[in-house]
């Protein structure tokens, strides 16, 4: 899996979670709490979605550091060992 | 017999739209089973019976608006004796037969891809929405796809035939659902004579001992900082019981269900407060399953009749991202509800020193005519000493 594939798995679970939302136009740095409206529930739903297709666990204390696009991207390839 | 009515789902509903009858004469029903979906300023409702026993009529139509109130059905509770005569010319639709769905897969490059609540409004339609063409993007299958299938002679893409009501745009929902939200709350702030406390917590127990049961769980399963607010609400109101009630006629009846309804944000525009049954005797992994499923749920149009008719109680928390403070509106016919802000660090004095703690102020506002702040205060002193131990929450 390259980091352009982990990529378009995130950004659609993006779409699933935040219906009507610009995703082309998103910035890879922008936090997606403020970019995407997102609350607890939907960086929950993130995650679950980020477990189920990527088979990568988010462990609390990481869920933090996971806070623009790039930093899903960079986490979870960094955990696949994608480079 | 008994006459289902159409429920008031909230002091902000005034009439709902029958949209489907899930059941049909003769069938018979559980108490607590969906047998209706209405369309209301806050979207869909599935309505469920209140009462167990056979419907003999169905006297309204699919596509009609009826005030709150209205007879929709005649249901022949258990032990009585089934009408003499079949009802003559009952104004009713009757059950739309189940189409024949395609048997033969349409070889999909994939799994078709189906919406959580086209899934859901599948099983319980009895069809099989994999099966449905997708109208949705990439060939989704979308609950209006879904509803389309089980119309009388409807197949996956046919045209919705008339008498059945069409989902109204998305702005003209959103301007419905602020019509409702201001006409509650306008009722609200003119009759509901408010009084409003705060208290800070230290919330520091609370988000250890989170994190250290998340770490067990799969994301799934994790719990959020809100099922913590709504279970030390739910167990603070068994002792300030008369929070925990609802106006009956003149008088303010303290409920024996604790029923905390929890203000979701909807996408769009527009708020809902669907309730959490039992809140009280549910344990945070079940409350955490039905507030994800509430929320899910709201954000696609959907709800449940008792959780919105039912809540005794509300909670709303603004806090995530935003303010530190909230004052919220009392949602009538409900006595009190419960604003969480946003966790903050702020210097906490511990043993006569000063430290560093996450805190959160959390807020109550009543009705004066039910309660007195000296109450109120007891109450909220009380959610306090709750979060400060989570685990025996």
């Known amino acids: ?83 | 017999m008994s006459e289902f009515l159409m429920p008031s789902l909230g002091a902000d509903m005034a009439a709902g739209t029958l949209r489907f009858w899930l059941r049909k004469p003769g069938d018979h029903i559980a108490r607590g089973e969906i047998i209706a979906e209405v369309e209301t300023e806050k979207g869909i409702v599935e309505v469920e019976s209140y009462v167990t026993g056979t419907i003999e009529r169905l006297l309204v139509e699919p596509g009609t608006q009826v005030p709150v109130g209205t007879p929709l059905a005649l249901v022949r509770t258990e032990g009585e004796v089934a009408a003499a005569s079949p009802p003559a010319q009952a104004p009713s639709a009757p059950a739309p037969p189940l189409p024949a769905v395609t048997t033969t897969p349409l070889v999909p490059p994939r799994r078709p891809r189906v919406s959580p609540l086209a899934r859901r409004r599948a099983k319980a339609l009895g069809i099989e929405a994999e099966q449905l063409a997708g109208t949705g993007p990439d060939g989704a299958v979308t609950v209006d796809d879904v509803e389309r299938a089980v119309l009388p002679g409807g197949a996956p893409t046919t045209r919705k035939p008339s008498g059945v009501p069409s989902p109204s745009s998305p702005a003209e929902r959103v301007a419905a659902m602020r019509r409702a939200i201001g006409a509650a709350m306008a009722r609200s702030k003119r009759e509901i004579p408010h009084y409003y406390l705060r208290t800070t917590v230290d919330f520091g127990p609370a988000l250890a001992w989170l994190e250290q049961a998340n770490e067990k769980r799969p994301v799934v399963e994790r719990l959020l900082p809100a099922v913590l607010f709504v279970r030390a609400v739910a167990l603070a109101l068994r002792e300030v019981p008369e929070l925990n009630a609802r106006w009956a006629g003149d008088e303010p009846r303290p409920n024996e269900h604790i029923n905390v309804g929890f203000a979701i944000t909807l996408r769009g525009g527009g708020l809902v407060a669907p309730a959490l049954l039992d809140a009280d005797r549910e344990s945070l992994d079940v409350l955490m399953r039905a507030f994800a499923r509430v929320v899910e749920d709201a954000r696609a149009g959907l709800q449940r009749s008792s959780q919105m008719a039912e809540g005794t109680i509300t909670v709303t928390s603004l806090g995530e991202r935003g303010v530190e403070t909230v004052f919220p509106i009392i949602y009538p016919p409900q006595v009190a509800v419960v604003g969480v802000g946003r966790v903050v660090e702020r210097p906490w004095v511990v043993d006569g020193r000063v430290v560093v703690r996450p805190v959160v102020d959390i807020t109550l506002a009543g009705d004066h005519r039910a309660t007195d702040g000296h109450r109120g205060g007891l109450f909220l002193a009380k959610v306090g000493q709750l979060l400060a131990h989570p685990e025996a929450l």
Request: proline share 4%; aromatic share 2%; charged share 30%.
């Open chain 1, 1 to 83: 899996m390259t980091k352009d594939e982990i990529r378009a798995v995130i950004v659609r679970r993006l779409g699933d979670i935040a219906p009507g939302a610009e995703l082309d136009g998103l910035s890879e740095t922008a936090d997606l709490r403020d970019a995407l409206d997102l609350d607890s529930m939907d960086q929950l739903s993130l995650l679950g979605g980020i477990e189920k297709e990527l088979h990568v666990t988010v462990p609390p204390a990481d869920v933090s550091r996971l806070r623009s696009l790039r930093d899903c991207v960079t986490y979870v390839a960094g955990r696949l060992g994608v480079g």
